[in-house]
């Protein structure tokens, strides 16, 4: 009767792989890396994960960066002295591509 055992071991070590490889594609870049401190390191940390880097600025000890993904736009802010991501915004738009304010 071991052979339940083996099934369930098997299935839950599936299962466990299936999700811890689905969770690093979703998730290239997440708050809490570290991409750099500077502009440049950010653009290219950014670049080298995929990310098509649009406009960076440095604002209020932050370092903002306006990237696309697969076709969706959001906002990457970065800790200019630690070089952490503090946050990852994703742009709300439309259908027809235009932001929405509501």
């Known amino acids: 009767m071991t052979l339940p055992i083996k099934s369930t071991a098997f299935s ?10 689905t969770s690093f594609a979703m998730a290239a870049v997440s708050v809490g890396d570290t991409l750099g401190t500077t502009e440049e390191e950010i653009r290219a940390a ?13 604002e209020k000890g932050e370092i903002e960066a306006e990237v696309s993904l697969d076709g969706k736009e959001m906002e990457v802010v970065v800790d ?10 994703l742009d709300d738009q439309d259908e027809d591509g ?3 304010d509501d």
């Open 12 to 21: 839950l070590f599936s299962l466990t792989g299936f999700l811890a490889g």
């Open 98 to 100: 235009e932001k929405d």
């Open 80 to 89: 200019a002295k630690s070089g952490l991501v503090l946050e990852m915004e």
């Open 46 to 58: 950014l670049t080298a994960e995929g990310y098509k880097v649009e406009e960076i600025e440095t």
